[in-house]
């Protein structure tokens, strides 16, 4: 252990603004391969800290060690409160689900609704639709309000 422990001592001792910065670079090669953003504040860190190394290149090993720490736990903090949020935000998307895209649609009865039930046409599918208020007639032009299912509650379209 007394050789492995020596080799850490002189590489942690050796630690210039090019090591800090090869460490962020393969730190960013680790997030890009996992896409956590966990390993992204550390990457993060490091390359900061070594810019401040080129700048100020007085500082021990020890200071870049506490400063490496400092940076990574502030960037983490701030990153998973607030930025991490933000990227996963924005409006949910109707792409990849079909109900919900049919919201507010245009459809066409296909038959006379009985009791508020009957059904439309959206596209080339028949679905099953109801009413809440009234009925509608064979053409009557509909709009889809919310869908439950395979029931489209539809309401009449009033352009």
């Known amino acids: 252990m007394g050789s492995d422990g020596n080799m850490l001592m002189e590489f942690l001792q050796d630690m210039n603004g090019v090591r800090w910065l090869v460490v962020g670079v393969v730190l960013l090669l680790l997030e890009v391969v996992t896409?956590?953003?966990?390993?992204?504040?550390?990457?993060?860190?490091?390359?900061?800290?070594?810019?401040?190394?080129?700048?100020?290149?007085?500082l021990g090993w020890e200071m870049q060690l506490l400063l490496f720490f400092l940076l990574s736990t502030g960037l983490m903090f701030v990153g998973h409160k607030y930025i991490r949020p933000k990227m996963k935000g924005g409006e949910p998307s109707d792409l990849n689900d079909r109900a919900?895209?049919?919201?507010g649609m245009r459809v066409k009865a296909i038959n006379d609704f009985d009791t508020g039930r009957g059904r439309v046409q959206v596209g080339d599918t028949q679905w099953r639709a109801s009413m809440d208020n009234g009925d509608a007639k064979a053409g009557d032009e509909l709009r889809v309000v919310s869908v439950k299912g395979t029931t489209l509650t539809v309401e009449p379209y009033t352009g």
């Open 35 to 58: 896409g956590t953003t966990y390993i992204l504040w550390p990457a993060i860190a490091a390359l900061i800290l070594g810019f401040v190394v080129f700048i100020l290149p007085i």
């Open 100 to 103: 919900r895209s049919m919201i």
